[in-house]
Nanobody, 124 residues
């Protein structure tokens, strides 16, 4: 079973930066692809970033050029560096994992594994 725990959320002004971290623990016998989803008030959860086994990232158009996903395999930690934050980035951010790359990246369905979420609030 895989457990995910996020940290690093908070409140910032528009144009500010935050870095989210996600520590992965537990064991799964197959490859787990890691990514980030978010859910804004009144909206569905959406995949915004993921990283492939070879370190190749993918991003939703809404965050491309502003967010960077990375991982430290030695520490089993996934990161999301968020720059030039906008009020529309306000949401609960979730670290996710799934055996399917398409699912983890937000292209198809919802991942099997979720962290508890960390709130990001961006004010004008």
């Amino acid at each position: 079973q895989v457990q995910l725990a996020e940290s690093g959320g908070g409140s910032v002004q528009s144009g500010g930066s935050l870095r989210l971290s996600c520590v992965r623990t537990g064991y799964y016998y197959k490859m787990i692809y890691m990514g980030w989803f978010r859910q804004a008030p009144g909206k569905e959860r959406e995949g915004i970033a993921a990283i492939n086994s070879d370190g190749t990232p993918t991003y939703a158009d809404s965050v491309k050029g502003r967010f960077t996903v990375s991982q430290d395999n030695a520490r089993n930690t996934l990161y999301l560096q968020m720059n030039n934050l906008k009020p529309e980035d306000t949401a609960m951010y979730y670290c996710v994992g799934d055996k399917s790359w398409e699912v983890a990246s937000g292209a198809d369905g919802y991942p099997d594994y979720w962290g508890q979420g960390t709130q990001v609030t961006v004010s004008t």
